[in-house]
């Protein structure tokens, strides 16, 4: 290992010259070594990405309930806003979805998560007779 008292003079030479490398060549010996570049911005959401961001956080507020202590009535009431985020979800499908497989998987989610939270609902709140 090189004595620091050797480095000094050296260190004290490379200063005094000023810059010796630019920013775009000083970026590209850091690239080299390994050095981790400055993140680039984040893109815009697309319309897609930023509905099924605004349909997975109203889901996921919607599921924070208050429980009663009742384990088969705070399940229904939680799974009900998370079959609705799952309708949400399906919904941006097929407004800006392409795919045949998918499109159609999302209008049987709409379907399917329709009837179980219509099932949920009678068991939060029974029909009265």
């Known amino acids: 290992m090189p004595r620091l008292s050797l480095l000094l ?26 050095a981790a ?13 930023a509905a099924l961001k605004a349909a997975n956080a109203k889901m996921h507020k919607d599921m924070d309930i208050p429980y009663s202590g009742d384990p088969d009535k705070d399940f229904a009431r939680a799974m009900i806003p998370h079959h609705q985020g799952a309708i949400d979800m399906a919904r ?11 499109r159609r998987l999302a209008e049987e989610i709409i379907q399917e998560q329709g009837r179980e939270i219509a099932l949920l609902r009678t068991m939060v709140d029974p029909p009265r007779r």
């Open 9 to 34: 003079p050296a260190l004290a030479a490379l200063l005094a010259a000023g810059p010796i490398l630019t920013a775009p060549a000083l970026a590209q010996h850091a690239h080299q070594h390994g």
């Open 37 to 49: 570049a400055a993140p680039a911005p984040a893109p815009a959401d697309s319309p897609a990405t």
């Open 92 to 102: 941006v499908q097929l407004q800006y979805g392409k795919d045949p497989v998918l």
